[in-house]
C-alpha cells in the first residue's frame, strides 16, 4: 500500500509545484487518511520541500478501523498536550527552506491560520483549495472493493430487519438496531446516522429518527451505510406496512421508481453530472412534485459520505469512469409522507457493462 | 425560556460593546444553541445594531431533541441551497449601519471568513474570542437540572449492563448496547462515542471499542454519558471480571479511587483548577505512575462534553459556584490495563452541602 499512498502525494506534489508552492500542509482528516493511510486525531500531513511528515498531537490510534499510517512516511509527535500540529508543521516547512506553503483554507479555522502565519512569518500561506479533494473523486479498485464490501453489509443489515416484526416499533430503534447490525457484520461503523422514517415522516432525505411508532398502512424508508476501512456507501429504499399498499402509494412509488432509474440510467464516463440530475428529476418535475424535490439527487461517496461530484442542477463538471455516486431522489409530501429510493452505483464505461450496482437489495414496492 | 435566551444575548451583547462591537456573529453550533434555544444545521446567530436575527440555511428541524428556537426571535431562511448564512448574516449586519461585527474566530474557517469580507468590505471584522464559551461556564439551575437528568440515564443504563452476562462478549457490543439503552431511557442520544475497555485496553482515556471480548479475571472500564435536551454529562467505572481480583488489581483501584475522592473533595467555589487537579493526580505521581496519567484530570460539562474549565497542570482559573465538571483520574499500564473512574459533578458551596454528585451508580470494586 505504500506506494499509492506516495503515488498520490506524488500527484499532489506536482499539483502544488505548478502553482507556485513547494511545500503543502493538509489538514482536513480525509484527505490526511488519502494520502498518509490513516489520520490521527488533529495530525496534518506536511509536504515539504525535502521530506514528507505526519505531524500528531499524541501517539497514533492503533486500532485497523482508523486505517495505517504509511510506513515509509516518517511521524512527527507533539511532546506535550496543548500544542497544534499544524502550527508545528508549518515551522518545520520554513525550516526545510520552503518560501510559500498551501494550506488548506476550507478546513483551517482563522484562529490556526493567524497562529501559523505567526510561527514563521517569512512563510507565504497560499490557498491550496479543494486540491485533494479532486485527486479523491476517481477511485482506484482497492477504494471501489472497500465500498463493495460496505455495500454488501449494508444489504444484509437491511435484509435481516425486514424479516422481523416492524409493526409498534419505534424508529430510534429501528435505526439502533440497524446500526447493531452493520457493526456486527463487520462494519468500522455506520457511515452516517441511519434514518428511519415513518408515515408522515417517511421520503424525508436526512431525516432523523424520532419515537414514532411503525404503523399498518404506513410508508417506510430507511436510509444507512456501512463504513468499511474508511470507506462509506449508502442504501435506501421504501416499503409499506400492511397487506395492500393505497393507489397514491403505489403510483407515488412507481414514480420515484422510474426517475431514480432513469437517473442510474444516464450514468456514464463523461456524462454531465447535471444531465444525470435532470434525467432523474424530470420525471417527478413533470408529475407536479417540483416544490417537493431535494436540492441534489445524488453525490459521490469515498472516504466521506458526501463528496464531489454533486448531481444538482447547477453542477459543473462531468462525471468519469470509476467515480462513486449515490442516485437517491426522493418525493415527500408534508403531513403524509413519501418516497425516496437510493442506490449506490459506480460509473463504467458501456464496454465493461455500464454503471456497476452496488447496493442490490431489491427495489420492487414490498409490503411488509 | 425566551427570556433566558435574550437575557443571554444581553450578557453577550454588553460584552462586545464594551470591546467596541456593535454587532456579533455566532456560528459555533453549541453557542447558537445557548443564545436562541436551537442550533439548525448550518443556522448563526446575528446580534445586530437594531435587530437580532437567527439565519438559517433551510426550515428549521422541529425534533424537540434539537431544541426549540426563542419565539421571540426572528429567523431568516435562505432562498436556495448552497448560500453560507454567515455570509448573508454579515450583510445584514452592514445593512443595520453596525461598522464592526465580532465574530468567531476559532470557529469560522479562512475560506468563509474571506466571503464575509467580501460581502461588506467596509465593515471591519474583530474577533468575539470565546467569549460565549466564558459565558455558558457557570449555569442555571434549568441547565443542572438537564444535567442531572441525563446522569440518571446514564447511571440507569450502566446498572442494567452490570446484570447481565459480560463474559465473551465483545467491546463494541457492550457499546451498542449501553448506547441503546441511553436512548430507551429516554436520552437524545449518547453524550460522545460511548467507551469500553476490556483487559489491556481497560484504563485508557477515550478507548474507542474492539472486537475483544471480555475474558474472566479482566478489567472492564466503561465510559458512557447521556445527551438530554442537548446538555452532556458522562460516567466512568471500571469493575473486574470473575470472583477474586488479583492484589495488583485491587491495589490499583484502590489508589486511583482515593486519587479520585481528593480531586471531588477539592471541588468548591474559588478553589484554582490546578490544585483540584494537583489533589487528583498527587496520590498518583507519588505512587510512581506520573508516566501513565492522562494530560488532566477532569473537565466542564454542559452543551458540549469538553468545556471549559480544564482541570490540568498548566489550566488558569478557579472554580465558581453551579460549575459542573467532571473528576476522572486514570492509570494505563501498557500491556495490563488500568482502572479510570469519573464522575460528574456540580460545584457547590460548603453552606449547600459541597460539591453535587450528578452519577451516583457506587464506586466499590464490584467484581462481575
Redesign the interface.
Known amino acids: 500500500m505504500s506506494e499509492v499512498y506516495a503515488a498520490r502525494r506524488t500527484r499532489l506534489r506536482e499539483r502544488c509545484n505548478a502553482g507556485g508552492s513547494a511545500a503543502a500542509l493538509v489538514s482536513r482528516p480525509a484527505n490526511v487518511r488519502y494520502l498518509a493511510g490513516a489520520a490521527p486525531h488533529g495530525a496534518v500531513l506536511l509536504l515539504g520541500r525535502t521530506e514528507d511528515l505526519l505531524v500528531c498531537s499524541g501517539p497514533p490510534?492503533d486500532?485497523p478501523t482508523q486505517g495505517r499510517p504509511d510506513e515509509a512516511l516518517p511521524v512527527r509527535t507533539l511532546p506535550?498536550?496543548?500544542g497544534d500540529p499544524a502550527v508545528t508543521a508549518t515551522g518545520l516547512a520554513a525550516d526545510q527552506g520552503a518560501e510559500s506553503l498551501a494550506?488548506e483554507?476550507?478546513?483551517?479555522?482563522?484562529?490556526r491560520?493567524?497562529a501559523m502565519c505567526s510561527v514563521a512569518p517569512a512563510l507565504r500561506l497560499t490557498?491550496l483549495g479543494q486540491a485533494v479533494e479532486q485527486l479523491r473523486v476517481v477511485k482506484d479498485e482497492e477504494e471501489i472493493s472497500c465500498l463493495r464490501i460496505g455495500a454488501e453489509i449494508a444489504d444484509q443489515a437491511l435484509g435481516e430487519l425486514l424479516e422481523s416484526i416492524l409493526v409498534g416499533r419505534t424508529e430510534?430503534?429501528l435505526a439502533?438496531e440497524l446500526?447493531?447490525r452493520l457493526?456486527d457484520h463487520g462494519a468500522d461503523g455506520p457511515a452516517f446516522p441511519t434514518s428511519v422514517g415513518t408515515g408522515p415522516n417517511s421520503g424525508r432525505r436526512g431525516h432523523?429518527p424520532?419515537d414514532r411508532r411503525v404503523e399498518e398502512g404506513d410508508f417506510l424508508s430507511v436510509c444507512l451505510g456501512a463504513t468499511y476501512r474508511g470507506y462509506r456507501c449508502e442504501i435506501g429504499r421504501t416499503f409499506v406496512i400492511g397487506t395492500s399498499p393505497a393507489d397514491w402509494q403505489i403510483e407515488l412509488y412507481d414514480l420515484v421508481f422510474s426517475a431514480q432509474r432513469a437517473g442510474r440510467e444516464a450514468l456514464a464516463p463523461g456524462a454531465a453530472c447535471r444531465d444525470v440530475d435532470r434525467a432523474a428529476r424530470q420525471a417527478l418535475d413533470s408529475a407536479g412534485y417540483a416544490e417537493n424535490l431535494p436540492?441534489?439527487t445524488g453525490h459521490g461517496v469515498g472516504l466521506e459520505i458526501d463528496e464531489d461530484p454533486q448531481l444538482?442542477p447547477?453542477a459543473m463538471g462531468k462525471l468519469d469512469a470509476c467515480v462513486p455516486v449515490t442516485v437517491e431522489p426522493g418525493v415527500h409530501l408534508p403531513g403524509r409522507g413519501g418516497v425516496r429510493i437510493d442506490d449506490t452505483l459506480v460509473v463504467r464505461p458501456e464496454a465493461d457493462g455500464g454503471p456497476e450496482l452496488l447496493t442490490i437489495t431489491t427495489k420492487e414496492l414490498l409490503a411488509l
Open positions: 490510534d486500532r506535550g498536550p496543548g494550506t483554507d476550507h478546513h483551517l479555522t482563522v484562529v491560520h493567524r490557498d430510534r430503534h439502533l446500526e447493531r457493526v432523523r424520532t436540492a441534489l444538482a447547477a
